[in-house]
Nanobody
Framework: VQLQASGGGLVQPGGSLRLSCSAS????????MAWYRQAPGKQRELVAN???????SYADSVKGRFTISRDIDKNEVYLQMNNLTPEDTAVYYC??????????????WGQGTLVTVSS
């Protein structure tokens, strides 16, 4: 199983970006998908996750600005980021809890995509 993240880039403060992450390989089910980020010199933190039934949760710092969504048929997760600030600058990683044929679940990580918010 592999996760491929894309969509990062340079954006001005107040701008928007949409991140995408696609899971590929032998996938029987996905329990949850999430986005994390790691800013320079800081620990990786959870940004948002989406679970069965499309239940979502967000870090306080992004509530009202970021929206996580998922396409179950495509095994993809998205992060719409609006009103970006320099504090959102980080490498963003996608994460998925994926089950195999024996219903054993494993956590997988994407390679990260850099988001830079700067004027």
């Amino acid at each position: 199983v592999q996760l491929q993240a894309s969509g990062g880039g340079l954006v001005q403060p107040g701008g928007s970006l949409r991140l995408s992450c696609s899971a590929s390989g032998i996938i029987f089910s996905i329990n949850s998908m999430a986005w994390y980020r790691q800013a320079p010199g800081k620990q990786r933190e959870l940004v948002a996750n989406i679970r069965s039934g499309s239940r979502t949760s967000y870090a306080d710092s992004v509530k009202g600005r970021f929206t996580i969504s998922r396409d179950i048929d495509k095994n993809e997760v998205y992060l719409q980021m609006n009103n970006l600030t320099p504090e959102d600058t980080a490498v963003y990683y996608c994460n998925a809890d994926i089950g195999d044929a024996e219903r054993r679940f494993y956590i997988y990580w994407g390679q990260g995509t850099l988001v830079t918010v700067s004027s």
